[in-house]
Structure formats: structure tokens, C-alpha cells
């Protein structure tokens, strides 16, 4: 037997919790929810919770009108901010899930959606010998070629949910818009990083980011054991700010599509512990070797200043023309940059 919650239990309380509801019924496995959230999933979640918003506020009379109280609690910013919190949690989820890319990309914030630049760095910091009576040398830091003008950009899209999915209880449905805006934005910072990876842009010291003096292209042609053990030697040969050799382990391989099954062979006959990542936006023959970012950043995503996750969803006002409920904006600041070059290989079939 079904309960009626939003008469049974205060408003406030469904109100409370409303997102943890509305994320179960799109099928999210929410941690440690509120303890009323699965009774009004089971109970119908939107029904339940718009008619407990429309009495919260003040909008319906308990035991009266009860769609009256729903229509009009779909207006409210209580609804709307528990579809969003709920939306939210499966777009965040779905982005995770689809963005492999986060694997081997670091991180750089940015506190606008102003270009900026991130300087490149050396540290000639290695201890040195001492002898007898002997002065302890500076550590000195030098410039090296960073990265110029990144930019973060600021990526919508609007969704409706109208009045009758929520009558109907159509939350599975609307969770899965969610989930596929969720996927959506991953491949599209996957593509940002695909193309920052292929930018034939120079550094802010006026050089190309890939260059055989650099020590970061390999010899070209087809993907196998011995391009693989070239990019070992590579990554381990480049040259530190300070002149001696960056000594970096192989970490990541990134690949398109078509080598990635024989990228995976490979690295798995060589029994090494390398993350391999297929880009489907990278060009035909195209891969790069990785160090781990942590030692040696050369590529990364762009964050805004204290967001830990590029995305969010909220509610906005619509035009009621448009549609007959509500309208939701899914809003991504995404961007992508190289740093360095040591650290990083990049190899091609010719």
C-alpha cells in the first residue's frame, strides 16, 4: 500500500528529501540518502515532492485540491532546486564514467574566463657534493617554455521537463537526459584535450611544443614493441632545466582508436603498469607516451578557481510558451592546455 506522503509527513520534510529521492528514481545509488527518500521514490518521487513544495508554500490546502497543490508546487524554487540536486548527481556521475581522459591530464585553475598564462618553471635544485669547509649553492629557478593564453570556456544547454513528466512521474526518463548530458560534456573536454594535444601553437618562448630537439618525437611509423621501447628511452633521455637527463618513467599511452588494441597487446607482453587511453578524436596513427603528470605536468584540463567538478545544473525562469513546466540549464566551464614539453612523446605512422 502506497502512502501519501506529502499529506501524511510536513511538507518540509518530503521537501528535505526531495533530491535524494529524485536521484534514486533516476537510478543513482545515492550514499547514505535521507531516511524518508526511498518511501517517496516508491511513492511516485515528483508527484509526491511538487505537491509537497506546492503546501510548503502555502500554494494548496492538505486534503484539498491535490493536483492544484502539485501544479503549482512545480513552479517552486524548492522543485527545482531538488531536480536540479538530483541532476547533478547522475551528470556528475555519467561525466566520470565517461571521461578517461582525466587519467593522465592534470589540472590548472582559472580564476576567470579571462586568458591567462602558466609560466613554465625550472628548478635546478640537485644536491650537490660538499667538501671540506665548503658553501652551500642556491637552489635557482629559471624560466622554461610554459603555456600562453588559456582560455576557459563557458558551455550550456537547456532541457525541458514538462508538466506532464512530472504528473506522470517520468523520472527514469528525465534521468536520462541527465546521464546523456553528463557523457556528452566528457567528450567534449576529451575533444578540448585531443585538440591542445594536436595545437600546432609555440610555447610563450616562442618554440614548438614537439620538436626533435626536444627530444619528444619519435622516429615515425607503425606502433609496435620497438616504437614503444623508443618512447621509453625518450621519456627517460629528456633533458631536465638543469641539463641532466629527467630519468621519467612511462606512464600513460594514448592512442586513436585504431591502435588501441595493439597498443593494449603490446603494453601487456612487455608486463609493464601503463594506463593505456584511446582518443577518438586524435588522427589516424597518432599516440603520445605519458609520464606520470604529478612529475612532469604537460598536459591539462582547466578548472575554475575552487570548482572540483567542471559541471553544474540549475533551474532557470521560461517562457511558458516554450514549454508547459520547467526548464533546466546544464552549464560546463571546460578548457584544456599543454604546459611542457618533457614528460611527454608524441608519435605518428609518418
Not at 609555440?202 to 615515425?220: I, K, R, Y
Amino acid at each position: 500500500m502506497t502512502v501519501n506522503f506529502s499529506v501524511d509527513r510536513n511538507p518540509r520534510e518530503v521537501v528535505a528529501a526531495a533530491a535524494d529521492a529524485i536521484a534514486m528514481g533516476m537510478g543513482f545509488d545515492v550514499e547514505r540518502p535521507h531516511p524518508l527518500a526511498r518511501l517517496i521514490c516508491e511513492d511516485g518521487a515528483l508527484g509526491t515532492i511538487a505537491h509537497a513544495a506546492g503546501l510548503k508554500n502555502g500554494r494548496g490546502l492538505a486534503g484539498g485540491n491535490r493536483i492544484a497543490a502539485m501544479s503549482s508546487g512545480i513552479g517552486t524554487d524548492d522543485f527545482k532546486d531538488a531536480l536540479g540536486q538530483a541532476g547533478l548527481q547522475v551528470t556528475v556521475a555519467t561525466y566520470g564514467k565517461q571521461a578517461q581522459h582525466l587519467a593522465f591530464c592534470g589540472v590548472v585553475e582559472a580564476k576567470n574566463y579571462q586568458p591567462f598564462d602558466v609560466p613554465g618553471l625550472g628548478l635546478e635544485v640537485s644536491p650537490q657534493l660538499l667538501g671540506p669547509n665548503a658553501e652551500i649553492s642556491w637552489g635557482t629557478v629559471e624560466s622554461v617554455g610554459g603555456a600562453q593564453g588559456i582560455r576557459l570556456g563557458r558551455y550550456a544547454r537547456l532541457f525541458g521537463v514538462t508538466r506532464r513528466a512530472v504528473v506522470n512521474n517520468e523520472v527514469l526518463e528525465i534521468g536520462r537526459m541527465f546521464a546523456a548530458y553528463g557523457a556528452a560534456t566528457s567528450r567534449l573536454e576529451a575533444r578540448l584535450v585531443a585538440a591542445a594535444l594536436e595545437s600546432s601553437g609555440s610555447m610563450d618562448d616562442a618554440q614548438p611544443v614537439f620538436h626533435a630537439d626536444f627530444g619528444n618525437l619519435a622516429t615515425p611509423g607503425a606502433f609496435d614493441e620497438d616504437a614503444l621501447n623508443e618512447a621509453i628511452r625518450l621519456l627517460r633521455r629528456q633533458r631536465a632545466p638543469g641539463g641532466e637527463y629527467a630519468d621519467l618513467e612511462l606512464r600513460h599511452l594514448v592512442v586513436e582508436p585504431e591502435l588501441e588494441a595493439t597498443a593494449r597487446r603490446v603494453i601487456r607482453e612487455a608486463g609493464m603498469d601503463v594506463q593505456v587511453a584511446a582518443m577518438a578524436d586524435l588522427p589516424a596513427g597518432r599516440w603520445y607516451a605519458l609520464a606520470d603528470q604529478t612529475l612532469a605536468p604537460t598536459i591539462a584540463v582547466v578548472r575554475l578557481l575552487g570548482a572540483q567538478k567542471p559541471l553544474r545544473v540549475e533551474s532557470r525562469p521560461k517562457d511558458s510558451i516554450h514549454i508547459d513546466g520547467i526548464a533546466v540549464k546544464g552549464v560546463a566551464d571546460l578548457g584544456a592546455a599543454m604546459l611542457g614539453r618533457v614528460g611527454i612523446v608524441r608519435g605518428s605512422a609518418a
